[in-house]
């Protein structure tokens, strides 16, 4: 397999979650009171040279062009290409490089792709009108386009070589996946396991719907990625987002 980070930048995020992109020198003396992440999609590009994306970004635009599509374009591949796109959950800065709105729809950057998300998921964001992690103008389009692929189960495989389970923890139904060939195996835990740093301060965050239960999977996780050498992909780290532990 072939891991493509696809690094949309680094950005501060207020309480109703505005991001504002910065620049790496600009991280220490932001606002203090800000969160500072970064937002980096994946592409992997499986034995079988089909083209699978991990999360869809914030959909930020720089210089008039989408800095996700510019990066994919960068390594050598067109949007075209990409036939999955595995959603670990719909927060929107997961979910809105999916395409753009226009007018009542949204067109798609990936025409031949099919998007996997959890159907509950879905239902429950919807619920969630106070909340500022969804854009529910953008949920509502989203949830009428022609290539869904609704998931119900909590645990089973994409295709031979990716495995999914849903653990809950970051939201309700947030899932994790593993990419496995062979001997190696990659994991993304997306939110539950955003940042590197995660593993060295053993925290319950209250940004989490489930923080006690995000912070024993990352646990596990750790422990699991050691022994059997697993390369962990880091959805919020400002940089070295693909990093074998």
Same mark, same amino acid.
């Given at each position: 397999?072939?891991?493509? +980070? ?25 606002? +203090? ?7 980096? +999609? ?24 989408v800095v ?31 395409g ?6 949204i ?11 959890q159907q ?25 386009? +022609? ?22 923890g ?48 990352r646990?596990?996780w750790?422990?699991?990625?050691k ?7 880091f ?11």
């Open positions: 397999m072939k891991i493509i +980070p696809l690094n949309e930048g680094i950005f501060t995020v207020t309480k109703d979650k505005i991001f504002t992109q910065i620049q790496r020198n600009e991280v220490e003396t932001a606002d +203090p009171k800000l969160l500072k992440m970064g937002v980096c +999609p994946f592409l992997i590009v499986l034995p079988n040279n089909e083209l699978v994306l991990f999360d869809a970004g914030t959909g930020y635009i720089k210089n008039n062009q996700l599509l510019q990066r994919i374009e960068e390594a050598g591949y067109q949007l075209e290409q990409v036939s999955k796109i595995l959603l670990s959950h719909l927060h929107k800065d997961h979910i809105e490089g999916l753009q709105i226009n007018g009542n729809a067109k798609p950057y990936f025409p031949n792709a099919q998007i996997y998300y509950r998921e879905l239902e429950y964001a919807l619920e969630q009108t106070e909340s500022y992690s969804f854009d529910h103008e953008y949920l509502k389009l989203f949830s009428k386009l +022609p290539n869904l692929v609704a998931m119900n189960d909590i645990e089973g495989n994409i295709n031979e070589y990716i495995t999914y389970q849903v653990t809950g970051h939201s309700p139904f947030h899932q994790v996946f593993w990419i496995k060939e062979g001997n190696e195996t990659a994991f993304y835990g997306a939110d539950n396991l955003p940042q590197k740093s995660y593993l060295k301060f053993h925290i319950a965050y209250k940004s989490d719907y489930d923080g006690k239960k995000a912070k024993e999977l646990l596990l750790e422990e699991q990625a022994t059997e050498n697993w390369t962990v992909l959805y919020h780290e400002f940089s070295r987002n693909v990093t074998p532990l």
